[in-house]
């Protein structure tokens, strides 16, 4: 599958450039007829400098050169260019000070255009947010030390999610190119060794041949399922110096054919779901396209199946018929696909340990388990994401999203004329529970409706109030931390109405993630939405001022329960295990005593804000002129006391 | 920087599983008819039960709904003295008393039902 790409255009750009460029060492001209033949090298034309100190009776004095109007790192860009990647999100660092300087000059800031953070953990976590909307990555720049040592639980959070991040370190690989302290601090000899772990692949280049190669090819892995980060070393020599090299080209980007699952194991699933009185269709991070989702609703009401969405991804909507109406422990036959801990999601605790360490399956005796996972494709061994072994009756390690259509169509080859009749029958009876859960949803939200502090559930109606008439896109996780409201209140139907969460847990992702989501819904005109934690935005505040000086429009309703909540009750737990009582829980894991008046932050950093808002009947109003900022071009940030979920 | 969501996850991911073993509810019926309602809303905010539960018992997706029309007391206590397994985490007497509980109890009862029909969620 070839990607359609400006490749010609930019490989123009790049030798009319080499032509005009004045780089001292060599003659443009030979590797500019290299490239349009799309030959490797023409490079033997020009003496060595050894040969010409053989003829000459000695090397050339050193010749001081104070300009250099062809750096590589022009080169680099052509590369970048070539891969389609949009943005590139960084912190800026003096060991990629010229390949910065290539971006915003020679590469005229377009396509990539450099977004300016103040934090690399806000940098990839944007690169995350974005990808999960548009579907590809856009380019993170830092230091190959310092600047990934930051990055580096964003970095795990993308991997744990699957999601493609392009990550380009700055390093000084040659210690005679180190000018002091700083550079020899800033260096390192494996950069991306601290992230190998979770990434999928990395390289450090010690060529520009070597670079583009390696960029085309890191581009291309990251985009294979299952979808991964991948990382790429830009050493600064070869940023800085003249080109030098002969010969240069890009190599065509071919994107992977995402894998499908082996045909005879799609039969016999197939088989084994026709067959079941009660399947169960789990989705976890299913949908990589908006095709997902047709899919998925094709095979569910092929089968009148019901769907558990995990809300990993936007998979199914939320007001189909066959959304819920089952658990895992009615189930005669369970299909997961792409579905995280689905070990978890089969067993439960039981009572010899209240810690949890001790479980057993709540499967129904004889339950069939089925997998397709792309994840299966691409184990690592040190960190835990892949969980426990899922006992599955049926693996198919493939891309879950790609194997689809080859199952409906063996569903639909087994489908007897009786067998769909009573498959009808189920879907009635599946429609009728799913909307006893909606309606028993609505009123479990009434609950609390006049509380103060205001209630996570009216939060989400009030919001919901002045969203349903838009194109609007939540980009932030609303599981566990406001209950799920909005996912049981509103209607989601479109790819981008939802991205699902962080991945790894790694809290600080929800504020960046949420500002690079509304950069990739900008050029759509989304109505782009983000409930914001209280204690998530903490950790790097410094991206309102991003999304106020790009002119991000986001809407940030806060969550604000003034605490990191789930640790408040995790230290409860123990608390009352070891029998001293709960009441200094709080210790430690609240935000108070100061309370943070988050609508002034908000302000400092140039974007709208307003609040804290206690009374539920002034949330309406506040959101309205929000609305309004938003709908100008810019962020706004309504501070909301909330109940703690 | 644990953020490890065990209980909630639980809670979350299945829903039917974490809470058939909460008793059940209240006739709507019943009346308290001991306790302090006034210090056992003094005391679901010291002892931390609104983190779970709510302010107001709504419930949510870290605790089960306690109002309005709480458990009988009796069951309240069971309950609260032997979580389901996964669970809350136990209150022994050490920690709240009977009488504790029972005024905690009293302050759920004056919960008041919902409005019905809110505009915001119509279907």
């Known amino acids: ?645 | 920087m644990n953020k490890f969501p065990l209980l909630a996850l639980a809670v979350l991911l299945l829903p039917a599983i974490a809470t058939p073993q909460a008793p059940k509810a209240a006739a709507k019926s019943a009346k308290p008819a001991v306790g302090n309602a006034e210090n056992g809303k003094r005391l679901f905010v010291k002892n931390g039960c609104y983190q779970c539960h709510g302010f107001v018992g709504q419930g949510g997706s870290a605790g089960a709904r306690l109002a309005p029309r709480p458990f009988p007391l009796e069951a309240l206590i069971a309950y609260v003295r032997h979580p389901a397994p996964g669970g809350m985490p136990p209150y022994t007497p050490k920690v709240m008393s009977d009488a504790e509980l029972t005024d905690v109890w009293a302050y759920l009862m004056t919960i008041p039902e919902p409005a019905k029909n809110l505009p915001l969620l119509n279907p």
């Not at chain 1, 493939?398 to 009573?422: N, S, Y």
Request: charged residues 20%; aromatic residues 6%.
């Open chain 1, 1 to 645: 599958m070839a990607k359609s790409k400006p490749t010609a255009v930019d490989r123009r750009n790049f030798l009319k450039g080499a032509a005009a460029g004045a780089a001292a060492l060599v003659a443009p001209s030979p590797a500019a007829q290299a490239q349009q033949s799309g030959s490797r090298s023409a490079s033997a034309v020009v003496p060595s400098n050894a040969a010409l100190a053989a003829d000459t009776g000695g090397p050339p004095a050193p010749v001081e050169m104070l300009t250099n109007e062809r750096p590589g790192s022009d080169f680099m860009v052509d590369v970048i260019k070539s891969l389609g990647i949009e943005y590139c999100c960084a912190n800026p660092g003096s060991s990629f000070r010229a390949l910065h300087e290539s971006i915003i000059n020679y590469g005229g800031n377009k396509g990539p255009e450099l977004i300016t953070c103040c934090h690399e953990e806000s940098s990839v976590a944007m690169a995350h947010g974005f990808a999960k909307i548009d579907g590809k990555p856009i380019m993170v720049m830092a230091h190959g030390t310092v600047g990934l040592q930051h990055a580096s639980m964003a970095s795990y959070n993308a991997y744990c999610d699957r999601v493609p991040l392009y990550i380009v370190l700055g390093n000084i690989l040659d210690v005679t190119y180190r000018r002091g302290n700083v550079e020899w601090v800033h260096s390192v000899q494996d950069a991306a060794s601290m992230v190998r772990d979770y990434t999928k692949w990395d390289d450090s280049p010690v060529s520009l041949a070597h670079f583009a190669e390696s960029a085309v090819r890191a581009y291309q892995i990251a985009m294979t399922p299952p979808l991964e980060p991948v990382v790429l070393v830009a050493d600064a020599k070869l940023q800085e110096e003249p080109i030098t090299e002969f010969g240069l080209r890009i190599p065509k980007l071919t994107l992977a054919a995402p894998p499908q699952g082996d045909s005879g194991a799609v039969t016999e699933a197939a088989k084994l779901l026709v067959a079941a009185e009660n399947p169960l269709i789990v989705a976890g991070r299913l949908a990589r396209t908006p095709n997902g989702i047709k899919l998925l609703v094709e095979l569910a009401e092929t089968l009148r199946a019901p769907v558990y969405d995990q809300r990993l991804r936007m998979n199914f909507p939320s007001r189909h018929p066959l959304n819920g109406g089952n658990t895992v422990k009615d189930a005669d036959v369970v299909l997961g696909l792409e579905v995280q801990d689905f070990w978890g999601l089969t067993h439960q605790q039981t009572p010899l340990n209240r810690l949890g360490m001790q479980s057993k399956s709540i499967l129904k005796p004889g339950a069939k388990l089925i997998s397709v996972s792309s994840v299966d494709l691409n184990h690592k061994s040190n960190y835990q994401d892949f969980g426990r072994y899922d006992e599955a009756d049926l693996n198919i390690p493939a891309d879950a999203e790609a194997t689809l259509p080859a199952l409906i169509e063996a569903v639909k080859r087994l489908l007897t004329a009786d067998r769909k009749r009573a498959l009808a029958e189920r879907g009635v009876k599946l429609a009728a529970a799913s909307q006893r859960v909606r309606d028993r949803d609505r009123q479990d939200a009434a609950l609390g409706w006049d509380a103060t502090p205001i209630s996570t559930a009216r939060m989400s109606a009030e919001l919901w109030g002045q969203l349903k008439n838009e194109d609007w896109s939540l980009v932030s996780t609303v599981g566990n931390f406001v209950s799920g409201w909005p996912l049981r209140l509103w209607d989601f139907n479109q790819s981008y109405h939802y991205i699902g969460g962080h991945g790894g847990a790694g809290i600080g992702y929800g504020a960046p993630a949420a500002v690079g989501a509304a950069l990739a819904n900008k050029k759509h005109g989304r109505l782009t939405v983000n409930i914001q934690c209280d204690g998530d935005l903490n950790y790097a505040p410094s991206v309102l001022w991003t999304a106020a000086h790009h002119r991000i429009p986001l809407l940030s309703i806060m969550h604000n329960n003034r605490g990191y909540h789930q640790e408040v009750m995790q230290v409860q737990l123990m608390a009352n295990r070891a029998n001293r009582g709960i009441d200094r829980a709080h210790i430690g894991t609240t935000i108070a005593d100061p309370n943070i008046d988050y609508a002034k932050m908000a302000q400092a950093y140039g974007v709208h804000g307003e609040g804290p808002i206690t009374d539920p009947a002034d949330l309406g109003p506040a959101l309205q002129r929000a609305i309004a900022v938003v709908k100008r071009g810019e962020p706004a940030l309504i501070d909301v006391v909330t109940q703690p979920r």
